[in-house]
DNA sequence: GTAATTTTATAGTCTAAATCAATTAAAATG
DNA sequence: CATTTTAATTGATTTAGACTATAAAATTAC
């Protein structure tokens, strides 16, 4: 049994085919199918049932294929281990971000990071909260910038920043003649929402929910940018709340519109996100002080009131 | 980076000796030489110090080493969960029993062990507790029977059985009028204890300990075995303590010296112990089931104390 | 301080394993 | 039923792993 051969198995199992896999692994199409049939001659267990179309995993091939992904994961390491002894930071780096942090915070650190990290190939992917989990357990993704708590087994956070939300109010809302806003004025329904794998959005209802146990879901909207958000706030669908980096970049004629939260402000916890296993440890330590080094100089709130991103 | 180079790895790291690491891998040492000059190529450090002798880890070949470990036991578990799957229950399983448990249990439950499960090759080695919890650690031992609770951080514990303290109150002792004997009665001066890894002496330690605070080592005396102890006994050196097992087999002339503790009695926890990473578990689980029933006829206490193994 | 011994590294050879290109076989699709 | 997709097979080629023999280096013995 090789590493190489788990590899292998790994792939199939992935794409659920031979060929598909054979080109990601680089090798042809037979050298799978012949080291597949090694590994399982070895082990005398079929893996693969090849009878169903597409490929499927056997009762024991699906354990295998577990474990296997422990090996090469563990194995992976190894050169993790040389490199941090090298100091060398570089390598491909798959980094997931949430919709709601992408336009604002990626903009503010890359540029930095890229000019001190010249080694690090980041791949930057914009994701739902749903589909960051997924791709960080199961290896395609190094490391995801989201809001957290997320209380997920496998994967461990290091908070990066709070950040504030901040009301949007059009003109001619209930709440437009208040200089500050309180958490007791929000009302979940005149309130726009921000579907966002759900994280932002469950932030904002939790918010309410401490003061209305009833919501009716069929009454809100939702709408895939903040953008858009506006622009339905100001033709009178509601108020809206917007994670304070947003407000920085918003057309100064809006303004008036907008109202912070009386202290402690309702805030979202931000944080980088990574495997359990803490592959690729010094990478994310980088992104890690790279931004938390700039964010330090854009958000100066501390007394805030975190909001979780879970749903109930 | 092959499986092998790693196994190849862990033995020289183990031996500090290319030569004898060789040999326990069943390849010639020019094997060794070139493999390991493979890996230290790809991976560009240098993982021995050939330098001194004997062999030395580099700092990070230390890191590699003990990565190299848990990349070989997930490894092996591959063919765990083949094993498992085909029922399969076989193989060498490595066994380690301290002293004062190995001639009772074993006697009680190998012949019918090896008739259950013919295929499992038992190398049974007597050892200290503090020795079966180094080589659990290192993979040197597949599981142990041992006085717990051990509280120790890479080994899991599942408790076979209690087994009750006997004391052994020699003639022309204080206590040798007495039916039963309470706790209160024991003194730790006239008590002789046997040394066992310090598991089985702490224990009765423990019991003394909470009548009296003080204990001067210097007056106990030591000894290898149970028989030595009932002999040093006669002569007049003091009481002891036996575990029940091992007064079923004493000479019935000796047996008037016998006396049971009152309820609850004291007793020790027996447990079989093993790494957390529960590889070979269908054995482990095997032994267990063996153990338990067998020991069910031979121990029928229930209302027992547990003494703690753990000094202090 | 040199000889003997132990231990690791190197060289050259052999064998087995891994991979490839080309082809066949089998299944799914249209 | 022909076409397409996909896996298995074949045979050639390259590579990797292991061996024997030997050299080099270090340690120990005398």
Redesign the interface.
Known sequence: ???TQLKYALAIAEHQNFTKAAEKCFVTQPTLSTQIQKLEDE???IIFDRGKKPIELT??GR??VF??R??VN??E???D??DQ??GFIGGEFRLGIIPTVMPTLLPMFLKNFIKAYPKVKLKIEELTTEEILTRISDGHLDAAIAATPLESDNIKERVLYYEPFVAYIPDNHRLKDKKTIEIEDLEIEDMLLLEDGHCFRDGVINLCKTFKDQIDDSFQLESGSIETLIKLSNEGMGMTLLPYLHTLDIKEKLNPNLRHFAEPSPAREVSIIFHKSELKMQIIDALHNSISGIIRGAIAFSNVEIISPLPK
């Open positions: 049994m090789t590493i082990l005398d267990v009762d024991v354990k295998i474990q296997a422990n090996i563990e194995a390491r190894i050169q281990i040389v002894q090298k």
